[in-house]
């Protein structure tokens, strides 16, 4: 077991000897830098943001002028013209400017969501990398014993120590290994051409050997952390505020909208100026829209409420899925360190003790086992992964 390790360490200083070490933390930071979709979403709330800003101000000033020419037999033309400015009552822009500001944090809160689930993603693609490259480093180890035992006994076949049934059987544990260490090398190259388009297109020179250091962690903790933090439920809870303010303008639009202007008529040699007052008064809409925009508010109030029980119904199942992970991998790990079966086994093949058969039967028990162990620890740094995705 010994040599097997140092074989493994020997071959990971050679592949990352030319290779800039980097943590998860140093890769996302990177990634949420680099990425397109994270770019683009923050001009999107750039923009959103002035459109919002826009909405607190009033319309422009109306002007409006008009040429008659002398078409009676009064002689002279007549000329008009009028400028204008509309408002509406102050609680209005009052209200209004709250919820332009509600919309405006609305928004950075669904681009919070957008780049949580982008540095997610590539997160996930971080642990994929580190689960293929352990197994590229183990079956590039097996592959150096599977070729020295082919050689090996291809040369004991000459002198009649073992026979033609154990050879082939040992070409085809090299065929397997061989196609193994294929398959999870052309994985491993996709998950790093994925990471290439997570950061933007840019090349990642990176490899991570092992995964992130897990903390300690309880349901209670998590849940309370993220009612202050998570963009799922702070996303809800400010789209539910935002729809109650958004029932007070509605209030507001059906009060009397005024409007003050100057204007002036010009006909033949006569001419009038002075002061106009408009008023208009939304009678006919007035009521329905005020109920749709309390159903609306009622909406958003209801799914905010759903969010909140979601997220914790999903959060205690995935404390339960984690602990669960991490009580198997205990396990695995226990049993591993306490099995000692590689170097037995060489040695009993060594002395003829069993056949090349029960060789690679035996040590294919040991390695899938490994395998396993390799594949619960991925699936358990995955679901850490998800329960605190709330953090990035």
């Not at 709330?45 to 002028?65: A, C, R, T």
């Not at 109920?291 to 109030?301: H, I, N």
Request: glycine share 4%; with cysteine; hydrophobic share 40%.
């Amino acid at each position: 077991m010994e040599k097997f390790k140092i074989i493994l360490i020997l071959i990971f200083t050679l592949l990352v000897s030319e290779i800039k070490s980097q943590s998860f933390d140093d890769v996302l930071k990177t990634i949420e830098v680099n990425n397109k979709e994270i770019q683009a979403n923050q001009k999107l709330i750039e923009s959103k943001s002035y459109q919002y800003k826009n909405m607190v101000l009033p319309d422009g000033p109306d002007f409006s002028y008009g040429f008659f020419a002398d078409n009676s037999s009064t002689p002279g033309s007549k000329e008009t013209f009028e400028i204008s400015q509309s408002f509406q009552m102050p609680c209005f822009y009052k209200n209004q400017s709250a919820l332009s500001k509600l919309m405006t944090e609305q928004e950075k809160l669904s681009f919070q969501q957008i780049r949580q689930s982008v540095i997610s993603e590539a997160k996930m693609l971080l642990i994929e990398s580190v689960y293929l490259t352990k197994m590229s480093f183990l079956l590039q180890a097996r592959l150096v014993d599977a070729e020295n035992l082919m050689q090996a006994f291809s040369k004991r076949l000459e002198t009649g120590d073992v026979n033609i049934l154990e050879v082939n059987k040992s070409k085809l544990y090299l065929l397997q290994v061989q196609n193994q260490l294929k398959t999870v090398q052309n994985d491993l190259s996709a998950v790093r051409k994925r990471l290439v388009y997570f950061n933007g297109g840019q090349e990642l020179n990176v490899i991570i050997a092992d995964y992130p250091q897990s903390e300690p962690f309880s349901v209670e903790t998590i849940l309370a952390e993220k009612q202050n933090n998570d963009p799922e439920i702070l996303y809800a809870i400010k789209q539910s505020e935002t729809s109650s303010k958004a029932v007070k303008v509605t209030k507001n639009l059906q009060l009397p909208k005024f409007s003050l202007g100057y204007a002036g008529e010009t006909v033949a040699d006569e001419k009038f100026r002075g002061f106009v007052v408009g008023m208009s008064v939304p009678l006919w809409s007035s009521n329905s829209a005020i109920k749709k925009a309390k159903f609306e508010s009622e909406y958003t109030g209801l799914i905010s409420q759903l969010t909140q029980s979601k997220v914790e119904s999903e959060t205690k199942l995935q404390v339960e899925k984690t602990q669960s992970l991490k009580e198997s991998l205990d396990n695995y790990s226990m049993v591993l360190e306490n099995v000692n079966n590689i170097d037995l086994l060489k040695k009993s093949l060594d002395l003829g003790e069993i056949s090349a058969i029960e060789y690679f039967l035996e040590i294919s028990y040991f390695y899938e086992t490994y395998d396993n162990y390799l594949l619960v620890e991925k699936e358990y740094q995955q679901s850490i992964a998800e329960l605190l995705r709330y953090k990035l």
